[in-house]
Every structure is written in structure tokens, then in C-alpha cells.
């Protein structure tokens, strides 16, 4: 069975995911694990990775998706923010762009650490709002996201892409 891993990773997270899966299916053909590139190899399954941009799937990825027909799809994201219902409404918003002439096999979300800017920028919004409570859980969830992708990330994503294949 041939597999393909395209992803779009810029800090890294999405890529940690995509090596795990190259990694966790090291006993099948894998023919390419690597950021979209000119021509998409054939392959039985196709694992598509993003990291999440302003609430939905990068636009490397959206198009992608969109240019894949009658495949075997798994789809993988990781997002700063965490939470079933979050990846719930984010894997509704990927799945507008993959056509409906294929197969989608499953989806895997866990959360990725993001950039030290964005822990600055609402220190600094906390400054002026002192009082603001949205602010303080975003705050923490900046914080609980720098471990992942962590250890149990990993152990997952290897379980659920062999899931994928069998
Ligand atoms: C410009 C920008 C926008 C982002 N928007 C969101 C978002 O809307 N929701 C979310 O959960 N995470 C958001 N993130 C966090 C990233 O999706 C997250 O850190 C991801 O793991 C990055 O993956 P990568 O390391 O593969 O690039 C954003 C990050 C950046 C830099």
C-alpha cells in the first residue's frame, strides 16, 4: 500500500506529526512525507496535514484538497487552541475543501505550541484590561500548549494513522 504525507508546517508542529505517521508506518510503501510540491505522487492513502490559520485550514492545504479526487483521505492538524468542539468546528471548516468524490478516512487535532509573540501581545492587552477574563484563558491556554505536540501527541497520532491504514 502506497501513502503519501503532505503537509504544511511552519514552527514545526504539523511536520513533528507528519515524521510520527511516516515513522508509525514505516512497514508500508510511503512515497512522499514533505510540504505540498509540483506534482502529488500517487498513492492508495493520502495523509493531509495543516496547522490551523485564523480558525481554518492553511491555504497551501486548502488547495491541496481541493485538487484531490476519488482518494483515500486523513486528515491531521494540530491548533493552539484545544478542545473536542474545536476540532469539531475546525474539521467541519477543512472538510468544505476536499470534494466529494472522496473518501475521507478519519481526522486526527492536537494542540501545537505557538510563537512567544502572541503570549506578548496579550500581556500587553491584559495590561489595558486587567479585568478581562477571555484574556486570562487565552493566556493559559498559550501556556498549555507550549509542551505539545507532547509525548501522548505522538503515541496517538502513530495509533490513529495505523488506524487509518487497516
Ligand atoms: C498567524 C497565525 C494564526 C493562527 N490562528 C490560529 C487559530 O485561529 N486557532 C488556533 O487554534 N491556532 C491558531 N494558530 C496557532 C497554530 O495553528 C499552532 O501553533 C500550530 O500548531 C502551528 O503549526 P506549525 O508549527 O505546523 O506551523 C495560529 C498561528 C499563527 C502564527
Same mark, same amino acid.
Given at each position: ?20 505517521? !511516516?515513522?508509525?508506518? !514505516? ?60 476540532? !469539531? ?33 496579550? @500581556? ?38 495505523? @488506524?487509518?491504514?487497516?
Amino acid at each position: 500500500m502506497k501513502i503519501a504525507i503532505i503537509y504544511d508546517s511552519n514552527t514545526g508542529n504539523t511536520k513533528e506529526l507528519a515524521l510520527a505517521i !511516516k515513522d508509525a508506518l !514505516k512497514g508500508y510503501e510511503v512515497v512522499y512525507c514533505d510540504k505540498p510540491g509540483d506534482v502529488i505522487p500517487k498513492a492508495d492513502i493520502y495523509f493531509i496535514g495543516s496547522w490551523t490559520d485564523k480558525g481554518d485550514t492553511s491555504n497551501k492545504i486548502k488547495a491541496v484538497l481541493k485538487d484531490l479526487h476519488d482518494q483515500k483521505i486523513a486528515y491531521f492538524a494540530t491548533a493552539g487552541f484545544n478542545g473536542d468542539g474545536y476540532y !469539531k468546528r475546525l474539521f467541519l471548516r477543512a472538510k468544505i475543501n476536499i470534494p466529494d468524490d472522496n473518501e475521507i478516512l478519519g481526522h486526527f487535532y492536537c494542540q501545537g505550541k505557538m510563537p512567544m509573540a502572541v503570549r506578548e501581545r496579550y @500581556e500587553a492587552l491584559i495590561k489595558a484590561n486587567p479585568d478581562d477574563q477571555k484574556l486570562m484563558v487565552s493566556i493559559s491556554n498559550f501556556d498549555e500548549a507550549l509542551s505539545h505536540p507532547n509525548h501522548d501527541d505522538i503515541d496517538n497520532v502513530k495509533k490513529w494513522a495505523l @488506524e487509518m491504514v487497516e
